[in-house]
């Protein structure tokens, strides 16, 4: 499947993320020529953790404790999971959700979605989304995907990403906006995924970019 | 004159291209109509210029003369708007809209007209001069003819064609496709000579892997392709569903270049076994699907460029070295392995705006030109469509 980078906006230091971002970054792909409007898109975290159980019955000590479990927009039949601690990455029928449900081994804490609009750009496709906390809706960070067509091998893709996020950084300095769109940095190695790009690759770049959304989301409330 | 038609792209193909050419002969009689008019009052004017007592009479014939200019300019510009529209003049139409099997015929920048492209490659063309297309047009027939009607002989050819391009004598009409060279064209000499060419590429170019296919086989694998894409849980594309048919060189029609990660590359030959390559395609090592063939179109802007381009250095390369044609071909493929890393050369930059097509492209043209001795220069330059200064 074609690659895929991900980006989230990082707030300078002291200001408040607010959902004027999302429509500058909006009006940014907007303004380039040739842009489409691609309807909207949403994908949804949920953040699970293991029940605990009768502590008199011996434990497996490798259960992870809390688990990731991510539904893509792109993969609405599917639901994936994301385990940090051991570098693993599970794919599923969504139909596992009620699975998980029904056993009660694990239960959802708290949930984020992605929702926004997404472009197409003549070989590329740019989602920008908000990141919101469920349930109040309270607004975390703004991610935008840029997925390169044609491309699915990540080192060939590796120059084309580089300078397209080159292009969009200048095109959104222009804006004046309080912050910059960082890249999602991760070595997909450690969780031994390869050179093909997959949905796997993306579930680990959502995993580490909520993280750090809701790090710096925190240290600026 | 009879007042112009409404182009209807309702109507049926046959129509919409008979109506292209009845446009075309009016349009070059509108412009020999003006030619004659600007000859008209040139004369006038040099005539009361060397006789004073006729300049009343030619300021008459002159101000004549300028107002059936005027309505010829009106009428030519009215003729005009149907050929765009109906896309003869920029050839928008000539990739697609194959309805009936008929082309649109296509006006080229030098001003030819093009009136039946049976290749893709021959409307296409924009650069050779006259006698190239000349050449390749009777080519393309005479393939043709030996393709549907193999039970006529060339003698009868050579004897209707007495101030055309003539064919030597051939000792075997079904393997002399090349009218211009000595008919030493045997098949078991063409075994090996594919093979070699082949074998060369492959050392010259390591990073990229080439199979061959019967055009069948080749079709079976096309489809195998996009199942196999459809299915994300495998990582690695099925590779070598088919076994090459590269024992068997006499009936090879599909050659199939694969840089991984960066492209596929599909080039046919024709006839079956020869070193004559008839078109190529590139398109994503993503794609799969019956619309993977030398003809086809790849749904990603990056590489249908790249293939309008290989259009032209095709030709190029039969123009110039038909021998070679195809040696020259697959080097200039191959050299496409950093397409998307290697930057423009005259910008320096990898991604660049392509204003009238507003996408963003990696540079697509590399330079094709052989040096006087008809060696490839290792097509080492790329440029992007904006920075490329000369369509080569």
Redesign the interface.
């Known amino acids: ?2 690659v895929k980078w991900l980006m989230h906006f990082q707030p300078n230091q002291g200001t408040t993320l607010t959902s004027q971002v999302m429509t500058e970054a909006c009006a940014v792909a907007e303004s ?3 842009v489409s409007r691609d309807g909207r898109w949403r994908s949804s975290m949920t953040f699970y953790r293991a029940v605990p159980r009768d502590q008199s019955l011996p434990q497996p000590s490798d259960l992870p404790r809390d688990l990731i479990g991510i539904s893509l927009h792109d ?1 609405p039949n599917e639901f994936l999971f994301v385990m940090r601690s051991q570098r693993l990455i599970l ?1 599923a029928q969504s139909s596992v959700q009620t699975v998980i449900d029904k056993l009660q081994s694990y239960k959802g804490r708290f949930f984020i979605n992605f929702e926004g609009v997404q472009y197409k ?4 496709k740019l989602r920008i989304g908000k990141c919101l906390y469920n349930p109040n809706e309270s607004l975390r960070g703004i991610v935008m995907e840029v997925e390169y ?5 990540m ?3 590796q ?2 990403m580089e ?2 996020y080159e ?1 969009w950084r200048e095109a959104v300095a222009s804006k004046l906006l309080a912050g910059q769109f960082i890249n999602t940095e991760v070595n997909f190695s450690e969780y031994g995924l ?3 790009y ?2 796997q690759h993306t579930a680990v770049l959502y995993g580490m970019c909520v993280v750090q959304v809701i790090a710096s989301s925190n240290k600026n409330q | 004159m009879e007042p112009p038609q409404l182009a209807g792209s309702g109507d049926a193909p046959p129509k919409q291209v008979a109506q292209a050419m009845d446009r075309l002969g009016r349009a070059a009689r509108l412009i020999a109509e003006i030619r004659l008019g600007a000859d008209r009052i040139l004369e006038a004017l040099l005539a009361s210029n060397e006789n004073p007592r006729l300049s009343e009479k030619a300021a008459e014939l002159t101000l004549g003369e300028e107002d059936a200019m005027r309505r010829h300019f009106l009428d030519l510009r009215t003729v005009g708007k149907q050929l765009e529209e109906s896309g003869v003049l920029s050839g928008a139409l000539r990739s697609r809209g194959n309805s009936w099997g008929l082309h649109m015929p296509l006006v080229c920048p030098d001003g030819a007209v093009v009136a039946y492209a049976w290749k893709r490659q021959l409307a296409g063309q924009a650069g050779a001069s006259a006698v190239d297309r000349a050449r390749l047009a009777l080519k393309a027939f005479s393939d043709q003819k030996r393709r549907f009607f193999p039970q006529l002989e060339d003698d009868q050819l050579n004897r209707s064609n007495n101030d055309t391009i003539k064919f030597p004598p051939t000792k075997r009409p079904r393997l002399s496709h090349k009218p211009t060279q000595s008919p030493n064209v045997d098949s078991t000499e063409q075994k090996p000579m594919l093979a070699d060419i082949l074998k060369i590429i492959e050392t010259e170019a390591p990073g990229v892997t080439i199979s061959t296919y019967q055009r069948l086989e080749w079709s079976k694998r096309a489809e195998s392709l996009a199942s196999t894409m459809n299915d ?2 495998l ?2 594309p099925k590779e070598q569903i088919f076994a090459n048919s590269s024992s068997n060189f006499n009936e090879v029609a599909v050659i199939e270049l694969v840089a ?3 492209f596929r590359v599909l080039v046919s030959l024709h006839p079956a076994g020869s070193t004559d390559p008839d078109a190529v395609a590139f398109f ?3 794609e799969g699907g019956s619309y993977l063939h030398s003809r086809g179109m ?1 749904v ?4 249908k460029h790249v293939t309008e381009y290989a259009d032209k250095a095709l030709q190029y390369f039969h123009s110039s070295d038909p021998n070679k044609a195809l040696s020259h071909l697959l080097s200039w493929i191959c050299s496409h392995q950093s397409l ?2 290697k930057i423009c050369s005259k910008c320096n ?3 660049a ?1 392509d ?1 009238s ?6 540079p697509v043209h590399r330079p094709y030109l052989l040096n006087s001795k008809g060696q490839d220069q290792d097509f080492a330059t790329a440029y992007h469509i904006g920075c490329s200064s000369y369509d080569v």
């Open positions: 499947m074609p380039f020529p040739g993969l794919r750009w003549g070989d590329f067509l044609p491309l699915s091998s080192d060939k893709s120059r084309v300078e397209f292009i390869g050179d093909s997959t949905p | 994300h849980s990582d690695q991984s990660g960066v994503s090592p993503n790849s990603h802007h990056v590489f998307f890393t930059k990898l991604l705006m204003k097509l507003a996408v963003l492209l990696p």
